[in-house]
C-alpha cells in the first residue's frame, strides 16, 4: 500500500506546480509585460521548489541511519525525487508553451530532461542511490533564493527602481554563493561519489550504465554552470 500511495506523488506534486504557475501568471505577474511573465511565473515555481527541495532533500537524508551512495531509497527520499522531477516537467511545459525570444530554450530543455532521467531511473528503475543524489540537489539548490530574486528583478526592468536596486543588491551576493557551491562543493562531491561507483561500491544495486549515465550528466550539467557564472564574472568585472 505504502508503494501505491508513493505512486501518486508525482502528478500531486506536477498539479501543484502548474497551479502555481498558473497563479502567478494570471495574478502575481499580471501587471508585468507579456515578454516577462512567463519567465517571472517559471522563476516563482523555481524558487518554490528550490526552496522546499533543500529542506526536504535534507530531512530526508538526516532521517536515513543507513544513507550511503548506494543504499536503498526511502519513502521520504522517493518522495523528494519526485517532488522535484514533477517541477522539470513543469517547467518543460512552460518552455513548450513559452519559448524564450532570446533564445536558450534547448539548452534548457536538454537540462530538464537530463536531470529528469536521472532522478525518474533512481525512483523507479534502480531504487537506490537517492542520498548521493539529494544531497547533490542541496548543493544545486542551495542559492535558488538568491537567484530567483536576482533573475526576477532583471525581468522587471529598469522601468522599476526597486528591482533595479534589488538586482544590485543581490548580484555579488548571488555570484559568489554559486561559485562556492558549483565550483567547490559540486565537484568535490562528484569526485566522491564517482570514486565510490569506480571501486564497485554500488556494482550490485545500481547497474553501471545506470550510475556512469548518472555521472556524466551531472558533470555536463555542473560544467556548463561553472561556464556560466564564470561569464557572469567577467561581464560584471569586465
Not at 76 to 99: E, G, I, M
Not at 123 to 128: A, E, I, K, N, Q
Not at 210 to 220: F, P
Request: proline share 5%; net charge neutral; aromatic share 16%.
Amino acid at each position: 500500500m505504502e508503494t501505491i500511495t508513493s505512486l501518486k506523488d508525482l502528478p500531486f506534486f506536477f498539479s501543484v506546480f502548474v497551479f502555481v504557475y498558473l497563479l502567478g501568471y494570471l495574478y502575481v505577474f499580471r501587471r508585468w509585460s507579456p515578454a516577462s511573465r512567463p519567465l517571472a511565473s517559471s522563476c516563482l515555481i523555481s524558487l518554490l521548489h528550490g526552496v522546499s527541495a533543500v529542506y526536504l532533500a535534507a530531512r530526508a537524508l538526516l532521517s536515513d541511519p543507513n544513507r550511503g551512495f548506494s543504499s536503498p531509497n526511502t519513502p521520504s527520499q522517493n518522495s523528494v525525487l519526485d517532488f522535484s522531477s514533477a517541477y522539470f516537467l513543469a517547467d518543460l511545459l512552460h518552455l513548450a508553451v513559452f519559448p524564450s525570444p532570446a533564445g536558450g530554450d534547448a539548452l534548457f530543455a536538454a537540462h530538464h530532461a537530463a536531470v529528469l532521467f536521472v532522478f525518474l531511473t533512481c525512483r523507479y528503475l534502480v531504487s537506490h542511490g537517492a542520498c548521493a543524489l539529494l544531497a547533490l540537489l542541496i548543493v544545486a539548490e542551495a542559492t535558488s533564493a538568491c537567484q530567483n530574486s536576482w533573475t526576477l528583478a532583471d525581468a522587471r526592468g529598469p522601468d522599476a527602481p526597486l528591482a533595479v536596486s534589488l538586482h544590485r543588491f543581490v548580484t555579488v551576493p548571488f555570484y559568489a554563493s554559486y561559485s562556492v557551491c558549483r565550483c567547490v562543493l559540486a565537484p568535490l562531491l562528484i569526485v566522491k561519489m564517482t570514486w565510490f561507483y569506480v571501486s564497485g561500491g554500488a556494482d550490485d544495486v545500481i547497474p553501471r550504465w545506470v550510475w556512469v549515465s548518472w555521472t556524466v550528466v551531472i558533470v555536463v550539467a555542473v560544467s556548463v554552470s561553472v561556464l556560466w557564472i564564470r561569464n557572469l564574472w567577467i561581464f560584471l568585472y569586465f
